[in-house]
């Protein structure tokens, strides 16, 4: 199993940033997926998931309405839309298969003016 993350970055509170993950060595559209992310200090959390189809997901309180999760199983690619980011989304994203505990490396996300 690899997880590949890309995307992130630097940007200014209510900024926008697109998160992908590149999912190679197993059969991706047979796997829940989710995002998790860690700031300095604090416990890994998990911030939203999707189900193997697509349709269903789910998404922490503090990210409701501002984060998109999806997927797109022809490319074994999976997203995440953050808008209107806050400085306390500030943390190291990190792309899981939850069925087999597979990590990708995380991506830093940085939000500041």
């Known amino acids: 199993v690899q997880l590949v993350e890309s995307g992130g970055g630097l940007v200014q509170p209510g900024g926008s940033l697109r998160l992908s993950c590149a999912a190679s060595?197993?059969?991706?559209?047979?796997?829940?997926m989710s995002w998790h992310r860690q700031a300095p200090g604090k416990e890994r959390e998990l911030v939203t998931s999707?189900?193997?189809?697509?349709?269903?997901?789910y998404y922490r309180d503090s990210v409701k309405g501002r984060f998109t999760i999806s997927r797109d199983n022809a490319k074994a690619m999976l997203y995440l839309q953050m808008n209107s980011l806050k400085p306390e989304d500030s943390a190291v994203y990190f792309c899981?298969?939850?069925?087999?505990?597979?990590w990708g490396q995380g991506i830093q996300v940085t939000v500041s003016s």
């Open positions: 899981n298969v939850p069925a087999s505990g597979s």
């Open positions: 999707i189900t193997s189809t697509g349709d269903g997901t």
């Open positions: 060595g197993f059969t991706f559209s047979r796997y829940g």
